[in-house]
């Protein structure tokens, strides 16, 4: 069916380690991959996103890397910062550009 | 540029009372439009999106409609809430011959029902 999973639903790291958040997508048609960032309160936000003929894209401290083969993407975030705490969904277009989300993964930055 | 509008921002609503939630796009033309909703602390819900005026695709009917009069006008209604429905209601827009598929996404209504 038409599903986004997304793992884990939250993470906790310290401030300057990495984060990495996976999703896996069901249609095997989807050709476009972003990720969104949402703060509390507020409106989801895209921070990058990525095409089916590229597997890897970065900016600055995130990238966005793609295994069409397996069906997955992945959002990473080098040298944490405070303000990178937040809810992040990845999601992927269905048919009919129906776009579908992941159910978003909480990330703590610790002190 | 383009720029979303929705509205209100916050809406409180009795049980069993009507809805009508209103979102507009400018500076574009022929955009897909799209109602998500999202519960406390959860994942954003897709509840309608429309490729155009007129072409409605709903994904949760239960007791809410959306409906597209204009090119850029979408409309999520309800005829009698249910505390089920209290959420945080976002508008998105997205052109995907223009943008690809990027979603742009309205200032969201808070909405409680009581």
Redesign the interface.
């Known amino acids: 069916g038409e599903n986004v999973e997304q793992h884990p639903s939250t993470l906790s790291v310290q401030e300057g380690d990495s984060a990495v958040i996976k999703c896996t997508y069901s249609d095997s048609a989807s050709n476009?991959f972003?990720w969104?960032k949402q703060e509390l309160?507020?409106?989801?936000?895209?921070i990058i996103?990525i095409?089916s003929n590229v597997g890897e894209k970065k900016d600055q401290r995130i990238a966005v890397t793609l295994n069409k083969t397996a069906k997955h993407f992945s959002l990473h975030i080098t040298e944490t910062q405070p303000e990178d705490s937040a809810v992040y969904?990845c999601?992927a277009?269905y048919r009919?550009?129906?776009?579908?989300?992941?159910?978003?993964t909480r990330l703590h930055i610790l002190p | 540029s383009q720029t979303i509008h929705q509205w209100p921002a916050t809406l409180v609503q009795p049980v069993g009372s009507p809805l009508s939630l209103e979102c507009t796009v400018e500076g574009t033309s022929n955009p897909?439009l799209?109602w998500?909703r999202q519960a406390a602390g959860?994942?954003?819900q897709?509840l309608f999106?429309s490729?155009g005026i007129g072409q409605i695709?709903s994904?949760v009917p239960q007791n809410l409609s959306a409906s597209r009069p204009q090119d850029r006008q979408f409309i999520l209604s309800s005829k009698k809430l249910l505390l089920s429905d209290s959420g945080f209601y976002?508008c998105a827009w997205?052109d995907?011959l223009r943008s690809?598929?990027?979603?742009?996404?309205?200032?969201?209504t808070?909405l409680s029902v009581l």
């Not at chain 1, 309160?41 to 895209?46: C, I």
């Not at chain 2, 690809?100 to 969201?108: H, P, T």
């Open positions: 476009y972003p969104y309160g507020k409106r989801p936000q895209l996103d095409r969904f999601a277009p009919d550009d129906k776009i579908i989300f992941g159910k978003g | 897909n799209y998500y959860r994942g954003l897709l999106y490729v695709s994904e976002l997205s995907r690809g598929g990027k979603l742009f996404f309205g200032s969201g808070q």
